[in-house]
């Protein structure tokens, strides 16, 4: 097999080493890579004539990470704590090279590939926008294996590195620099060139290192002193803990290893790190978050329709109508990631300058953090056009509408699309809760009619839920796909029914904490006991975020289509008398000054005719109300509305914030046992009543032992809800 890495030996000393893995498009490491690296660098290491080593990559990136297919395959802590051992070992060879070694760094350089860089000498980057450094390994519920816990903070001050090492954070090349983090920023074209010449100064000592004397003694306090280190790490664990609430280990057993190469050297900290590191690449908290990074990979290949030859079409521009919050956000990225121009219209110019006005404030942002330039802010800009009139229209092959909620306007935007632009214009309606297949019905061409339902912030949120109906031709749903994409989206196709999926399976859980509520379970109660279960917020601060106005317009349609099992608890339509609409209006559940969420307002349980004076404990809390989102899930991969397990577990975390590490509501329900989730149901329908009958699908697959992942699976679509069949697994005893 053809070797990963190359030699280049310049006639002024310097051996560039090119590390370009044969027939993959970015460099990964790799555990068999270790004997090509020493034998790479021992042919450089045995040349008199090399006074100096530049390590760059032959790709458009330097190195993305370690595989994580290779951590995954481990089965024990010994297995995955020899990975580690043995990248200390290649990059120990690295920082003890008889020569300076410089990284020449374009694009990503993450993970191992991080930890490559800071066991060389010195590191210069380009100034591309492509070019980000960072430490993702949390993000997979790991830590850096190759000495990056012990290198990075002795590259960078203290904060900085637990900041990157605890977030997963990626910083671009001037804002490495600034930390210190590489040592120029220059233009692709020189890269290899200045590397090759500071790696020559270092070989001469012409480079001295020139440390800032007020920083020397403040990174001293911070961290050589025992009573500033403490200080420090007790801060971060605090604040750490707040966000995580305990349920992400990676971070702890970082904070601990850092730690550990402060106080005890540098050697033992490495031994920490290995060992922490098998720990943690077979903890079931990783397993699932390394699921979710393998179904994102393989939906980037996804085109979203069973036929995989389904190409989709050319959007050399595409028409918005609406020019709200949802409208101009989808606009934004449409012509800032997509790159797409995009016609905003909208019903008067009002309408249409305050769309162009928020696209503007975004890029302005950007702006003002220097990740654009001016003539790029320019650039992005006119790529939005505004209009009131259906002008051009008849140029554009796919129009997105992001019009009010109301059947009867959306009919008419669509016919208007269909007189003013192409025969198969695309129609894609950005409704949150009216079935596609009725918005179709007002369509002479219902095949190009789908949903593409966004989330709000638009700029911010990472999920696109695409709604097929019967009637949509496999070409519409590939483009709308491919669309997203562009738009930096995460995508997920779901078939038509009231609520989608994202929707319907929110409701259910929204429902049963307002009945916790009505039973007199203080409101802070609740939302900490789901945000300690692992949701970033809770279920009543949520209902004030999407709209308490919003909720109680889109619970009867819900019940009406499901029946009493959707039914919202009594007394939630005084709140609407009593003019709470949550965060939009400042008066919610909560209190809001300036927009900003205060505390709980006392005053809601007098309209709601509640007494808070009830205890529940906060795991019955956290289980009531998951347990409604997970059988609603699967009531959903049962009736068809969901393509798979994967689809519904990332639609989950990333459109509605289902805990990550928890690996979403399917793979939840495989980790805990479908045998044991009907149990759970069973036990609360037995006290609660009949919203929580089991799942069909659940209790087939308590009966057969077969998953929803693995090799066992059971099939979407092949198990419908039937109020009969409800009944069939037997109640349990708690």
């Known amino acids: 097999m053809k070797s990963a890495f190359t030699i280049d030996k310049r006639d002024d000393g310097v051996a560039v080493i090119t590390m370009d893995l044969p027939g993959e498009s970015v460099n990964t490491l790799r555990q068999s890579f270790s004997q090509d690296f020493s034998a790479v660098f021992a042919d450089v290491e045995a040349d008199s004539s090399v006074e100096a080593v530049v390590f760059t990559s032959g790709k458009d990136d330097f190195i993305v990470g370690a595989d994580v297919k290779m951590l995954e395959a481990c089965e024990t802590a010994s297995d995955a704590q020899q990975i580690s051992q043995t990248a200390h070992r290649s990059m120990q060879r690295l920082a003890d090279f008889r020569v300076p070694v410089v990284a020449a760094?374009?694009?990503?350089?993450?993970?191992?590939?991080?930890?490559?860089?800071?066991?060389?000498?010195?590191?210069i980057a380009s100034d591309s926008d492509r070019t980000k450094l960072g430490l993702p390994e949390c993000q997979l519920g790991l830590l850096p294996g190759a000495g990056g816990t012990q290198r990075l903070p002795r590259q960078v001050d203290i904060q900085s590195a637990l900041d990157m090492l605890l977030t997963g954070k990626q910083v671009r090349a001037k804002k490495a620099k600034k930390l210190g983090l590489v040592d120029d920023v220059v233009r692709r074209s020189i890269l290899v060139d200045v590397a090759a010449q500071y790696a020559l100064k270092l070989a001469s000592g012409e480079v001295k290192e020139d440390h800032d004397l007020k920083e020397e003694v403040t990174e001293w306090a911070l961290t050589e002193n025992p009573v500033g280190r403490k200080v420090v790490f007790d801060q971060a664990r605090k604040a750490l803990l707040e966000k995580t609430r305990g349920n992400y280990p990676a971070q702890e057993r970082i904070l601990d290893v850092v730690k550990t190469g402060l106080e005890k050297g540098f050697e033992a900290g490495l031994a920490a790190e290995a060992e922490a590191f098998g720990e943690l690449v077979v903890s079931p908290q990783a397993a699932n978050l390394m699921s979710i990074f393998f179904a994102t990979t393989a939906m980037k290949k996804d085109n979203g329709v069973d036929d995989p030859s389904v190409e989709a079409r050319e959007l050399p521009r595409i028409g918005m109508l609406g020019a709200g919050l949802m409208g101009a956000g989808i606009a934004y990225v449409t012509a800032d990631k997509a790159g797409i121009p995009v016609r905003l219209k909208d019903k008067d110019s009002e309408g249409v300058g305050r769309g162009l006005k928020y696209a503007a404030k975004i890029l302005g942002k950007k702006l003002k953090r220097r990740h654009i330039t001016e003539?790029?802010?320019?650039?992005?800009?006119t790529r939005i056009a505004g209009a009131v009139e259906y002008t051009a229209f008849d140029r554009i092959p796919l129009?997105?509408?992001a019009v009010f909620e109301d059947l009867g306007l959306k009919h008419r935007v669509l016919r208007d699309v269909e007189e003013a632009g192409p025969d198969d214009v695309i129609f894609a309606s950005n409704t949150s809760s009216i079935p596609i297949t009725k918005i179709a019905e007002g369509s002479e061409h219902p095949e190009t009619v789908i949903g593409m339902h966004y989330f709000?912030?638009?700029?911010?949120?990472?999920?696109?839920e695409i709604i097929v109906h019967e009637k949509t031709a496999d070409w519409v749903t590939a483009t709308c796909v491919e669309l997203g994409k562009k738009q930096g989206k995460t995508v997920i196709v779901v078939n038509?029914?009231?609520?989608f999926y994202t929707s319907r399976v929110l409701g259910p859980?929204?429902?049963?904490a307002a009945y916790v509520l009505n039973e007199g379970v203080p409101i802070e109660d609740i939302d900490r006991a789901l945000m300690d279960w692992g949701f970033p917020v809770g279920p009543i601060t949520l209902l004030d975020e999407v709209g308490i106005d919003v909720a109680a317009k889109v619970g009867p349609i819900m019940q009406a289509e499901f029946g009493d099992r959707l039914a919202a608890p009594p007394g939630f339509d005084r709140l609407i008398a009593d003019g709470r609409h949550g965060r939009k209006n400042g008066k919610g559940l909560y209190t809001y000054e300036k927009g900003k969420k205060g505390d709980v307002d006392e005053s809601v349980y007098r309209v709601l005719g509640v007494t808070p004076n009830k205890t529940i404990p906060k795991d019955e809390i956290a289980q009531r109300c998951a347990l409604q989102f997970v059988n609603e899930a699967c009531l959903c991969f049962g009736e068809g509305i969901l393509r798979s397990a994967r689809d519904g577990d990332i639609g989950a975390i990333f459109g509605l914030g289902f805990p990550p590490f928890r690996g979403g509501p399917f793979r939840y329900v495989d980790s805990v046992g479908a045998k044991e989730i009907v149990r759970r149901l069973n036990r609360f329908r037995d006290r609660l009543g009949n919203r929580f009958a089991p799942a069909p699908v659940l209790v087939h697959m308590a009966e057969t032992g077969e998953t929803f992942h693995g090799e066992n699976t059971v099939s979407p679509g092949e198990h419908p809800s039937n109020p009969g069949a409800v009944t069939v697994g037997a109640s349990a005893s708690a």
């Open 105 to 123: 760094i374009h694009g990503a350089c993450l993970g191992g590939g991080l930890e490559v860089a800071l066991a060389c000498h010195g590191r």
């Open 509 to 512: 859980l929204m429902n049963e």
């Open 456 to 464: 709000s912030p638009v700029e911010k949120m990472p999920l696109l």
């Open 496 to 499: 038509d029914g009231v609520g």
């Open 399 to 401: 129009v997105i509408e």
């Open 375 to 381: 003539i790029e802010y320019g650039q992005k800009m």
